[in-house]
């Protein structure tokens, strides 16, 4: 079970847990594919919510929150993040840094987010 620091994240959700990227659409989601992954303790893994704002996931007591030190997510560092994955399916296309500018970033992350569930 998650412990949610001062609120939720604004779902769909993007995670890198030690190269492996994970996304859910819901809460529910969200912790069973966790449940399904083995967290180092005292790690912290990073996170980016559909608005582009950071999260950090705390293995010891599963929290997740919105207190960290990295700035909004671009969606060139998303792209990037989730193209450089190891569980990515190497059959598939890599998602392309192109025409970034006339994408908007919600765009850009649920496509990735479709890429990755």
Do not use: C, H
Request: a positive charge.
């Amino acid at each position: 079970m998650i412990k949610y620091v001062f609120r939720m994240p604004v779902f769909p959700i993007i995670m890198e847990l030690d190269s492996t990227v994970i996304a859910a659409r819901s809460r529910q989601d969200l912790e069973k594919k966790l449940s399904g992954m083995i967290l180092l303790p005292s790690r912290k893994y990073g996170g980016v919510d559909s608005t582009g704002e950071a999260w950090d996931l705390y293995a010891d007591g599963m929290m997740l929150s919105p207190l960290t030190l990295r700035s909004r997510a671009t969606k060139l560092q998303l792209i990037r993040l989730v193209n450089g994955r190891k569980n990515r399916n190497q059959t598939g296309m890599p998602y392309s840094e192109k025409s970034l500018s006339v994408k908007t970033f919600k765009r850009v992350f649920e496509e990735l987010v479709n890429m990755v569930v």
